[in-house]
Nanobody
Framework: QVQLVESGGGLVQAGGSLRLSCAAS????????MGWFRQAPGKEREFVAA????????DYTDSVKGRFTISRDNAKKTVYLQMNSLKPEDTAVYYC????????????????WGQGTQVTVSS
């Protein structure tokens, strides 16, 4: 059974930092590209970042480039999202997802999803 469990969310002031973690079980450690998505209140879920199976390729949505960093530790079966210089518009539920061989910005390319972790950035 595949399970993705996010942690690390919370309340932070604008300009602060958080690191999200996503622990995976039931998956081959290096068999899947991994992604982070987010959904703000009243908005559709959107792509944030993705990383290839061995971490050689990363993709980011434009609004987080230079502020967020996605990484992975296949030995620990864990994916991270380091978020710096947080803004109030980053407030959302952040979801971890496991996909196929290649990175993708398309949600339907990710068959496995976590339950989400809340990130709230105060101004």
């Amino acid at each position: 059974q595949v399970q993705l469990v996010e942690s690390g969310g919370g309340l932070v002031q604008a300009g602060g930092s958080l690191r999200l973690s996503c622990a995976a079980s039931g998956l081959t450690s290096s068999g899947h590209a991994m992604g982070w998505f987010r959904q703000a209140p009243g908005k559709e879920r959107e792509f944030v970042a993705a990383i290839s199976r061995y971490g050689s390729t990363t993709d980011y949505t434009d609004s987080v480039k230079g502020r967020f960093t996605i990484s992975r530790d296949n030995a620990k079966k864990t994916v991270y999202l380091q978020m710096n210089s947080l803004k109030p518009e980053d407030t959302a539920v952040y979801y971890c997802a496991a996909g196929g061989i290649f990175t993708s910005v398309v949600q339907n390319d990710y068959p496995y999803w976590g339950q989400g972790t809340q990130v709230t950035v105060s101004s």
